[in-house]
């Protein structure tokens, strides 16, 4: 993906858009029909957008860019993970200076 690309895509995310795993722009006539993705990101609490964007992007995204997308502080997003990671929902694993966050696979 090229940076203007990137940037493009960036300011649908905070804007309220989504993107698919590829990185193109969700068509909302493309969603799936897992719930959290018919949602518009303003309305969810800190734990579903989590979810909702870990979805979006396969299920693996770097902590920190959690934090970018979502527009809540570093703090809320860390309290959160911990609750998800507790609950079984998510799992964080070192990665360089950074984390990554991992939906677990289902086993259905």
């Given at each position: 993906m090229n940076p203007q690309t990137s940037?493009?895509?960036s300011s649908l995310l905070r804007d309220g858009?989504?993107?698919e795993p590829d990185g193109k722009?969700?068509?909302s006539a493309s969603r799936s029909?897992?719930?959290l993705l018919g949602v518009e990101p303003?309305?969810?609490n800190p734990e579903r957008r989590i979810l909702q964007l870990l979805l979006v992007e396969g299920g693996v995204l770097a902590q920190?860019?959690?934090v970018e997308r979502s527009r809540w502080s570093d703090s809320t997003i860390s309290r959160t993970l911990c609750?998800?990671?507790a609950q079984e929902?998510?799992?964080?694993?070192?990665?360089?200076?950074g984390k990554l966050v991992i939906l677990p696979q289902s086993d259905t």
């Open positions: 940037r493009r895509n858009g989504t993107l722009p969700v068509d029909d897992h719930p303003e309305l969810l920190s860019e959690i609750r998800l990671e929902r998510v799992v964080r694993r070192q990665d360089g200076g």
